[in-house]
């Protein structure tokens, strides 16, 4: 059942993982939730329908993106985004910072916003934390994030800590410009780099505007795992527990599973379409590179257990075929069996949680991915990998 307002339920807990629902007019989001990537109103490769029947309850759209092409004004004159790609679910808005910071040609920040210029054609633009909010607000997405200031990692304590006060004072004037939106809801992002003090004093400040939910920002950025999810783990006991957690553009299986493990909720990242795109699939037995010449003859399936039509029909000598050919079908079986493969994860996870098993069930999973790589089957995902490339959905 949907509701006419935003609500957040968490039905079960296994030690610090949780599973529950975020209910919202236009749908339900099963939690923990993995949230494909829709850049420029298309997840890349995917039918809208496809990454519905894969499970997906909620996509990912951008706001840089979308404010330079087409123009956040022309989706509301053509009703909104949800019409203009077909997805007629939940949509989460990223609020357009990170890209800023990391495409645009030439940038400014100062305490107004930042100006910068587009990476497509050089344009300027200026954009302010209410204006994030419009766009935002003109796309007609269902949860919007306040404007911030992501920091690459490493940096220094002062850099972190300039832009984590810079991204609080942003996150209130965003919360003012968002208003009161029944059905809908503005998260804000805890800032901070690796310095936990800065994390901590975030997180805080943060629950204190008592948003509808919060993300955790800046991370999946190039510092190891082990920071990363140190830095979860030191902003868990201060985040509200009984608001929706969000990891942002994360990750890799294991960096999903692990942050499950310490209580997030939501997550996205462009790594599943991506990969895709460029011959590399996910399976139950981990990572497989479809370039590499030893699957030219391989008739076997990616994996003929899943209930995916790419991965349980199409066999790896075909696809290795459809990669070295760069033949776009390959690239959308690719997608859609790593889409399937991510879904399937977090279904497993929620069912485990639900089971109180969470744990034998992690063992699994990292049984499978352990015992492909022994057996030379495939080669584990590893958190290095998942940089986020904020121009490719």
Not at 19 to 29: D, L, S, Y
Not at 64 to 83: D, F, I, Q, S, T
Request: with cysteine.
């Amino acid at each position: 059942m949907t509701t006419d307002q935003f609500t957040f339920t968490v039905n079960k807990t296994d030690g610090m993982a949780r599973t529950g629902e975020i209910r919202m007019p236009r749908g339900v989001i099963r939690t923990p939730a993995f949230m494909p990537v829709g850049t420029a109103a298309t997840v890349k490769a995917m039918y809208p329908d496809q990454v519905k029947a894969l499970g997906a309850d909620v996509v990912l759209g951008n706001t840089y993106h979308l404010m330079l092409r087409p123009g956040a004004e022309r989706v509301a004159r053509l009703g909104g985004l949800h019409k203009f790609m077909n997805w007629p679910y939940p949509i989460l808005t990223d609020s357009g910072g990170f890209q800023v910071m990391s495409l645009a040609a030439l940038r400014k920040v100062d305490e107004t916003g930042v100006t910068f210029q587009s990476h497509i054609d050089g344009s300027k633009h200026f954009m302010s934390p209410e204006r994030s909010i419009e766009i935002q607000g003109l796309l007609g997405s269902d949860i919007q994030m306040q404007l911030d200031e992501c920091v690459r990692l490493p940096c220094s304590d002062e850099e972190a800590e300039r832009a984590m006060r810079l991204s609080l004072r942003w996150a209130e004037r965003c919360r003012i410009a968002f208003g009161e939106q029944p059905g809908k809801a503005m998260f804000g992002i805890v800032q901070g780099g690796a310095v936990e003090r800065l994390r901590i004093e975030s997180a805080r400040e943060l629950a204190a505007l008592d948003l509808k939910g919060y993300a955790i920002g800046g991370l999946a950025v190039g510092e190891p795992q082990d920071v990363m999810l140190r830095m979860i783990e030191t902003v868990e006991p201060h985040m509200p527990k009984e608001k929706p957690r969000y990891l942002m553009g994360v990750g890799t299986p294991d960096d999903i599973v692990e942050a499950v493990r310490r209580g997030v909720d939501m997550f996205d990242c462009v790594m599943p379409t991506r990969a895709g795109r460029h011959g590399q699939v996910f399976t139950k037995h981990g990572r497989m590179n479809l370039r590499n010449a030893r699957f030219a003859e391989d008739t076997r399936p990616l994996d003929e257990s899943s209930k995916c039509t790419a991965s349980n029909t199409y066999s790896r000598a075909y696809l290795h075929h459809l990669v070295r050919s760069n033949e776009i079908l390959g690239m959308m079986l690719l997608t859609w069996n790593n889409l399937a493969y991510y879904q399937e994860l977090m279904a497993g996870l929620r069912k485990a949680i639900a089971e109180g098993r969470l744990e034998d069930h992690i063992g699994e999973i990292k049984e499978g991915w352990a015992k492909g790589e022994r057996d030379g089957k495939a080669e584990i995902g590893h958190h290095a990998d998942n940089i986020a490339t904020p121009a490719e959905g």
